[in-house]
C-alpha cells in the first residue's frame, strides 16, 4: 500500500528514507531539487509511479503557494 504525501513534510520525510536531504538556503531550489531527486528514484524504480506523481504535485501545489504569496 502506498503511503499518502500530502504536505511537503511527508515528501521530505520520502526523501530522507533514501538519505536524501536538500538544503541551499533558497526554497525554490530547495523544491526544484526535490523534484529532480523524486524523478531520479523513479527511474531507478525506488519508488513507484503513484508515490512520484503525488509527490510532484505536492511540490508543485507549495511553488504556486510561494508565487501567490508573492502576488
Do not use: P
Not at 523524486?38 to 509511479?49: H, N, S
Amino acid at each position: 500500500m502506498v503511503e499518502r504525501m500530502k504536505t511537503m513534510y511527508d515528501v521530505q520525510q520520502k526523501l530522507k528514507r533514501f538519505g536524501i536531504f536538500v538544503y541551499t538556503g533558497n526554497r525554490l531550489s530547495d523544491l526544484q531539487l526535490m523534484e529532480i531527486e523524486l524523478k531520479e528514484l523513479f527511474e531507478y524504480a525506488l519508488i513507484t509511479k503513484d508515490e512520484f506523481i503525488v509527490a510532484r504535485l505536492v511540490i508543485h501545489e507549495e511553488i504556486n503557494r510561494m508565487k501567490n504569496k508573492d502576488i
